[in-house]
């Protein structure tokens, strides 16, 4: 009996004590733009590993499958249900910048990565600098063509923020050279649009000398199209993101000649959502660093971007 009152008592005290010590669990809804390339299912893995080792972290992952609505739809749906932050890899700049304003009006953190939306209605954007890659993807196409040459541009989903810098930095690139862009197209990201539209190159034009891809799949889909026609041994197929397990092999393969590393920053948003979430103040913008590789430097994982 006095035992009974006594573990009653206990438990009494102690339940409000244990309570307290128990660290805060937060909630951190991941919105994926596509799991339909190897890259973004990186992304995922990156963000999934990174909180794993944060046992006061749990991640809630959905995938809008590349589909502008249902990705707005998602947002909505993590702020109803009151996630404590947002992380989100947007499709689109201009049709997700209400949605994530919306969020981060609410008072819900909002941590932008990879492409970007419009205005400054978030708390930190994540990626690497598109330009740069872009520009020095030139600088390296222009070098290894001597100057001068007939280039194919396979662009990225001209409304995604990665495609406009990725373009606008090759152009910089090749700037006080004598490249030429005979053919260029839109192939959304998609390795088989990219195929498509080097056909329609290939059918074009009887001298392609480099085909410059805004990613990986991009650059090995327009390789594939040559193949097909029986001109790859004649053009030099460079692209962006530069996995080990895509772009690094291409290269290791000899079927690309350079990748160009686009990091995923999953565990980078990780770490910036611990310090959000911790009352910290975080940057509004983090700028990932980016390396090349090529043949021959592969061995020795890559060279850094430099300028
Ligand atoms: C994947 C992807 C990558 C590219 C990035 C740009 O969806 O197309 O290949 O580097 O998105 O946002």
Redesign the pocket.
């Known amino acids: 009996m006095v035992a009974r009152r006594f573990l009653r008592v206990a438990l009494a005290v102690l339940f409000p004590v244990m309570a307290v010590c128990q660290p805060r669990q937060f909630t951190i809804g991941m919105s994926q ?2 799991l339909g ?1 190897p ?2 299912v990186q992304m995922n893995a990156d963000v999934r590993r990174a909180a794993e080792a944060h046992p006061e972290l749990r991640v809630v992952f959905k995938d809008a499958q590349n589909d502008n609505l249902r990705q707005a739809a998602h947002i909505d749906e993590f702020v109803r249900s009151g996630v404590d932050l947002i992380i989100v890899s947007p499709k689109e700049a201009a049709p997700l910048t209400k949605p994530v304003a919306d969020a981060f009006r609410k008072g819900i953190p909002v941590i932008v990565l ?2 970007r939306v419009l205005g400054q209605d978030f708390t930190c954007f994540i990626g690497a600098d598109n330009r740069k890659i872009g520009r020095a993807a030139g600088k390296w196409v222009a070098h290894l063509l001597g100057g001068k040459g007939r280039v194919v541009e396979l662009k ?1 989903l001209m409304t ?1 923020t ?1 495609g406009q810098d990725r373009h606008s930095g090759f152009r910089d690139g090749i700037k006080g050279s004598v490249i030429e862009v005979i053919f260029e197209a839109d192939m959304k ?1 998609l390795e088989p649009n990219a195929r498509k539209e080097m056909e329609s190159a290939l059918g074009r034009f009887d001298r392609i000398d480099a085909v410059y891809a ?4 991009g650059a090995h889909g327009a390789y594939l199209a040559a193949r097909a026609a029986g001109r790859e041994k004649g053009i030099t197929f460079v692209g ?2 530069g996995l080990p397990q895509e772009g690094q092999m291409y290269v290791r393969q000899g079927i690309l000649a350079a990748s160009f590393e ?1 990091p995923t920053g999953g565990k980078e948003s990780i770490e910036t959502a611990l310090a959000i979430l911790g009352g910290g103040k975080v940057p509004r913008e983090i700028t990932l660093p980016s390396r090349v590789f090529t043949k021959e430097n592969i061995e020795k994982g890559g060279e850094a971007l430099t300028d």
């Not at 805004?214 to 799949?217: A, C, G, K, M, R």
């Open positions: 733009c596509n390339e890259w973004r990879d492409r990225g995604s990665p990201w805004h990613n990986d799949p962006i993101d686009y």
